[in-house]
């Protein structure tokens, strides 16, 4: 799959077949992430594969917006440097990841934004990192309809060289 059709065609997926995924693209996914660029080369990140089960089912239950984590082949646990640009630096390792497993047809979610601090010590991940994310992968459970998304119109969120411009 080209990287438009990833992009046009990624959905969230939460539900997973109890399936492995190769260990040759768990190393394609993270390295899709190790080599993404980041500001000033600064590479804040430290990724974590998470496979055993109740480590899984720990994460799910600690991640209060990912329970379903718990069901995933393995995740992501996405930590950071504290510098200006490391949501940033992370967002866009994240997202590497996402397009390039979509794109072998393993589904993702970003779970994030709420009691993440309680994964550093099921971990190990020192107190000064952050956790950005922890991001599940697994083969879907159910079809997914690919490029069926609900997004507005192009002339309603851009605009031609200044704002309000229709971009035609």
Do not use: C
Request: hydrophobic share 45%.
């Amino acid at each position: 799959m080209d990287v438009f059709e990833a992009i046009r065609t990624i959905l969230a997926v939460r539900r997973y077949q109890d399936r492995p995924v190769p260990d040759e693209l768990v190393r394609r996914i993270i390295e899709a992430a190790r080599l993404t660029a980041s500001s000033r080369n600064g590479q804040p990140w430290h990724f974590i594969v998470v496979r055993d089960r109740a480590t899984l089912h720990e994460l799910g239950a600690r991640a209060r917006t990912g329970p379903y984590i718990a069901e995933a082949a393995l995740a992501v646990v996405v930590a950071m440097d504290r510098t200006p640009y490391s949501v940033s630096d992370g967002s866009l390792a994240i997202h590497s990841m996402m397009l390039t497993a979509w794109a072998e047809g393993v589904g993702s979610n970003w779970v994030g934004f709420g009691n993440l601090e309680a994964v550093n010590d099921l971990l190990g991940i020192p107190e000064e990192i952050d956790v950005l994310a922890v991001v599940p992968f697994g083969y879907p459970a159910n079809a997914v309809g690919r490029g069926r998304k609900a997004r507005k119109p192009l002339a309603d969120v851009v605009s031609r060289e200044r704002f309000g411009q229709p971009f035609e």
